[in-house]
Antibody, heavy 115, light 106 residues
Framework: QVQMVQSGSELKRPGASVKISCKAS????????INWLRQAPGQGLEWMGW????????LYVQGFTGRFVFSLDIPVTTAYLEISSLKSEDSGLYYC????????WGQGTLVTVSS | EIVLTQSPATLSLSPGERVTLSCRAS??????LTWYQQKPGQTPRLLIY???TRATGIPARFTGSGSGTDFTLSINGLEPEDFAVYYC????????FGGGTKVEIK
């Protein structure tokens, strides 16, 4: 069955970096892109962008450019989200979701940025 | 950017009632509209895609309708497990989400 399994919670200081993983299984990895979404505490869902698993090309939405990097390790069917120069407002739950209708989601990775 | 506006923000209802949630798009998204349910501490769950097609395993009491800019999600006879936040989402042009409607127990 299809599964998207994300890495565990992270507690980081402002200015640090974090790299979140999303391991996909149960389907042909290159068939669907991987999307990244953020949910700030008590807030709704924000689409950050996606990465094409056929060619590794990322697309970042306004507001998620510069400090945010999507990448892939295709042999291990894993997508990554790296955030650098962390700020307190980056705190939240980060999800990966399979492209299309976002029919499969990772369980979410909580990132807390605090001094 | 396509903006999705959901209304109302909160609904207070009793089990068994029928509920209709609204999602309006700032420009036409054709039928590229999906609905998700999210319960506290859980991942969003796909309910409806292509505006009116129920996802696998979704009960028949959930019905999606609409096209263009105006969409509705109806729940015919609220069950206790239906109290949650509902989000609409468009994938016609990139992706965007509505702000959500919370369906709470009255």
């Amino acid at each position: 069955q299809v599964q998207m399994v994300q890495s565990g919670s992270e507690l980081k200081r402002p200015g640090a970096s974090v790299k979140i993983s999303c391991k996909a299984s149960g389907y042909t990895f290159s068939t669907f892109g991987i999307n990244w979404l953020r949910q700030a505490p008590g807030q709704g869902l924000e689409w950050m962008g996606w990465i094409d698993t056929k060619n590794g090309k990322p697309l970042y939405v306004q507001g998620f450019t510069g400090r945010f990097v999507f990448s892939l390790d295709i042999p291990v069917t894993t997508a990554y989200l790296e955030i650098s120069s962390l700020k307190s407002e980056d705190s939240g739950l980060y999800y990966c979701a399979r492209s299309g209708n976002f029919d499969y989601w990772g369980q979410g990775t909580l990132v807390t940025v605090s001094s | 950017e396509i903006v999705l506006t959901q209304s109302p923000a909160t609904l207070s209802l009793s089990p068994g009632e029928r509920v209709t949630l609204s999602c309006r798009a700032s420009q036409s998204v054709s039928s590229s509209l999906t609905w998700y349910q999210q319960k506290p501490g859980q991942t969003p769950r796909l309910l409806i895609y292509d505006a009116s097609t129920r996802a696998t395993g979704i009960p028949a009491r959930f019905t999606g309708s609409g096209s263009g800019t105006d969409f509705t999600l109806s729940i015919n006879g609220l069950e206790p497990e239906d109290f949650a936040v509902y989000y609409c989402h468009q994938n016609r042009i990139l992706h965007s989400f509505g702000g959500g409607t919370k369906v709470e127990i009255k």
